[in-house]
């Protein structure tokens, strides 16, 4: 379609994006890393096989999973257990699982297999080489596992609602990439044109996984009534996501990560900043948005949580779903800046989930102008991270004004502003939260209150002679850290959270959840604060399906029922 | 057994911050063990000794002075590489101008070289750094004249001269790798000071750090 570009819409401000609360509302998208990964392989027409499955009746056994690429093959490397229930934990405390898994560069030799069988079950005790990309495990959803195979074993199909109800039969409960446990480091493979978007071995090694869960699943049926048993039906089994079990060690990690954490919320910005720039709608445009926003209001009834904050945003989503389609009915959307008039509404009519809700569908109609942007969703963490002594202490001053303004209005001597801490706990070596005012945990705070030590950073520049970076932090080592930040933030907007990350109202959960949504994930389920619940590749083709079957268009259930 | 660079960068980071550096000053600890185990060099091994030496040790006695005009000194006696570094770094602009520097007594000096690294990468500048009769030029690569190897990871120097690099031949450059070593007494003593970093765990704080005591058998 023709498009004369009458006005420009800028992409929101940090301030307005940036916030807890707004991270926290995020859906997947087109941006999605899942949706980039599936887009790929159906593209470039990767190819899949399972030279390996062996398995016992008991369900101990090894399996292997190959998809090749144009270039390379990876190989998901599955060891399954037959785990006592009293050692099953979604938490990192955990030392057994029901499964656990590696992504091995390249198809394992015999040899690689046993040594990966002395280290993989082991997770974090053991030890993985270059050759191996990522290091994951799973437990079983247990009800539904044993429903599952209980059906399946007596010859007949699962209830879909029971299935509905969890989404899934196992669920990952950490996936380690990038230099884990001895594992090859993310720059050995950034150059590969398949894992140039992040996290996109993560995301093959899930969607591999999701595919051996479900393999599992029949086999163990078979294995129970080997002549009654029954697989299940593709259209119920594609129900099946892969669930993920999510803690605080995921928080640091968009604090860790500034020039990531912008290049996924600017690439993000500047597709809703494009779609709201569009002079004019076609019909067929205005149709798919419809379209997808009436899977939209599918998805959002089959999201389920026991969360009393996460029940009370459901409710507020089904009723902003509603409150968009009773408008869709009247709006006018052909001409005079539709989708732009439609976001200026929704500011006003929708909570934070329906408005974030809303810039993802928005993204549906126009692959066009979104699918490309994923390519600017990597980082070059170096390329932003080095101080620049040179820069004067006035213009620091005025970029510290301008970044943690919010910061410098907070009174940090109110116990609220400062009622936690962010620490690592010597017993996992994992990110923790504590009390500040009761539990002796403050001497061990880890630098992740960038408002906080903005603020003191700023009364120390308020104070200084020394006209130069370099000066100051020559007299104030302690504010390397923050004057670092601000720099990166004063090149790449979206590269802090602007927002108490320590407060006693913050809710880890969010920044849990703006992640995992740039994953792909949905259903979130929190099960407190600081953990999480999620389904990922729920409703995606199986990689044998894979270009029978479309790669992106999976992500809301279908219309029709039985999925099409 | 090699390990992955990330490792040996997120395991010295913890170190120096164990061992007392501010979080900045580690994070670039990290980056410098990192830089110097992917050139080949003994990174960790190094900073584990530095640690160790300056285990302690008070910020401002480690801290450069620029006691005249282009020359620094520790009011401790020993400038600390990783603080000199990070101030070197924060000071590529003097640098790339031409200005000299001298330092005097100075800790591991091959500490310094990812910090002049960076500075060189920030400002295009070719430098040169000298101590004893090791003399090395950084461009985008790092060319290492013949040298004694110890005097290369010496302990300590009683000065090091860093200057705008003059043209002419270089030798071979280095090769960066992409996996580390690090000796076992090393990833030890480095794990020791990192371990100062973690709070001691106690039930409940195993509990309600991690949120939720909710079953997972469901």
């Known amino acids: ?564 | 057994m090699t390990w992955s660079l990330n490792e040996i960068e997120t395991l010295s980071r913890k170190a120096a911050r164990g061992a007392g550096l501010s979080w900045g000053l580690a994070e670039e600890a990290g980056k410098a063990a990192r830089w110097l185990s992917a050139a080949g060099l003994p990174g960790p091994q190094v900073l584990a000794e530095l640690l160790i030496r300056n285990d302690g040790a008070d910020y401002e006695t480690l801290c450069p002075l620029e006691h005249s005009e282009g020359h620094w000194i520790a009011t401790g006696g020993t400038l600390c590489p990783l603080i000199s570094g990070a101030t070197l770094c924060d000071s590529a602009a003097r640098l790339a101008s031409g200005d000299d520097l001298h330092l005097g007594r100075t800790a591991c000096p091959v500490l310094l070289l990812p910090y002049l690294a960076a500075a060189v990468g920030m400002t295009g500048t070719r430098l040169t750094v000298t101590w004893n009769d090791v003399s090395i030029t950084l461009d985008a690569e790092t060319h290492i004249g013949p040298h004694d190897p110890e005097a290369l990871n010496a302990a300590v120097v009683d000065s090091v001269h860093i200057a705008r690099a003059e043209t002419g031949e270089l030798t071979a450059p280095l090769t960066p790798g992409n996996r580390g070593e690090m000796p076992p007494e090393t990833a030890r003593q480095l794990t020791a000071f990192a371990r100062r970093t973690y709070a001691p765990a106690t039930s409940e704080s195993r509990l309600s750090g991690a949120g939720a005591g909710l079953t997972d058998n469901d």
Not at chain 1, 411 to 439: I, N
């Open chain 1, 1 to 564: 379609m023709e498009q004369t570009q009458s006005k420009t819409i800028p992409p929101r401000a940090p301030n307005v994006v940036m916030t807890l609360a707004r991270l926290g509302s995020f859906h997947q998208s087109r941006l999605s890393f899942m949706r980039i990964l599936l887009r790929r392989m159906e593209a470039e027409q990767w190819t899949f096989e399972r030279p390996v499955f062996d398995i016992d009746a008991q369900g101990m056994g090894r399996a292997v999973y190959t998809a090749h690429g144009p270039e390379r093959s990876y190989s998901l490397v599955a060891f399954a257990n037959d785990l006592p229930p009293e050692k099953r934990s979604d938490r990192v405390i955990a030392t057994e699982w029901d499964a656990t898994f590696t992504l091995f560069d390249g198809i394992p030799t015999p040899a690689d297999l046993d040594r990966l069988q002395d280290n993989v079950p082991q997770q974090e005790a053991g030890r993985v080489t270059e050759s191996e990309l990522s290091i994951s495990r799973a437990n079983r959803s247990v009800r539904l596992w044993d429903y599952v195979v209980g059906k399946l074993a007596a010859g007949e199909q699962p209830d879909r609602t029971t299935v509905e109800k969890v989404g899934y039969l196992m669920r990952t409960t950490a996936v380690y990439g990038s230099g884990k446990f001895g594992a090859a480091d993310r720059e050995d493979t950034a150059e590969r044109p398949e894992f140039q978007a992040p996290f996109q071995i993560e995301m093959l090694s899930v969607y591999l996984t999701r595919a051996f869960v479900m393999d599992l699943v029949e086999h163990m049926a078979r294995m129970r009534a080997p002549d009654t048993a029954v697989p299940l039906d593709p259209d119920l089994r594609r129900r099946f996501g892969i669930g993920n079990s999510t803690g605080l060690g995921m928080a640091p990690f968009l604090l860790t990560h500034p020039a990531l954490l912008n290049n996924w919320i600017a690439a993000r910005e500047e597709a809703l900043a494009r779609i709201r720039s569009l002079p004019a709608a076609h019909m067929s445009e205005v149709d798919i948005f419809r379209n997808f926003a009436l899977r939209a209001r599918l998805h959002m009834q089959d999201w389920y949580s026991e969360h009393p904050v996460q029940i009370a945003r459901i409710d507020a989503l089904r009723a902003d779903t509603a409150r968009l389609l009773a408008h869709l009915d009247t709006a006018e959307l052909s001409a005079d800046h539709p989708w732009n008039r439609l976001w200026l509404w929704a500011e006003d009519a929708l909570s934070l989930e329906g408005q974030e809700l809303l810039a993802s569908l928005l993204m549906e109609p126009y692959p066009h102008l979104v699918d490309g942007l994923s390519a600017c969703m990597a980082a070059d963490e170096a390329a932003t991270w080095r101080i620049d002594g040179a820069m004067s202490t006035d213009r620091l001053r005025t970029l510290t004004r301008d970044i943690y303004r919010w910061a410098l209005d907070t009174d940090w001597t109110a116990p609220e502003a400062q009622a936690r801490v962010w620490y690592t706990s010597e017993e996992k070596l994992e990110p923790r939260l504590g009390d500040r005012h009761t539990d002796p945990v403050e001497p061990y705070e880890q630098p992740l209150c960038p408002g906080r030590d903005a603020a003191r950073m700023y009364g120390d520049l308020t104070a200084t002679g020394e006209t130069t970076v370099a000066g100051f932090l020559m007299r104030h080592p302690e504010h390397r850290h923050i004057v670092r930040r601000a720099q990166i933030a004063a090149r790449l907007p979206y590269a802090e959270i602007r927002d108490n990350t320590i407060a006693a109202t913050v809710l880890p959960i969010d920044m849990l959840r703006m992640k995992l949504a740039f994953f792909g994930a949905c259903h979130f389920d929190p099960r407190s604060d600081r953990w999480v619940r999620i389904n990922m590749y729920q409703h995606a083709p199986f990689p044998h399906e894979l270009g029978a079957r479309s790669g992106d268009d999976w992500a809301y259930p279908f219309l029709t029922g039985a999925a099409s």
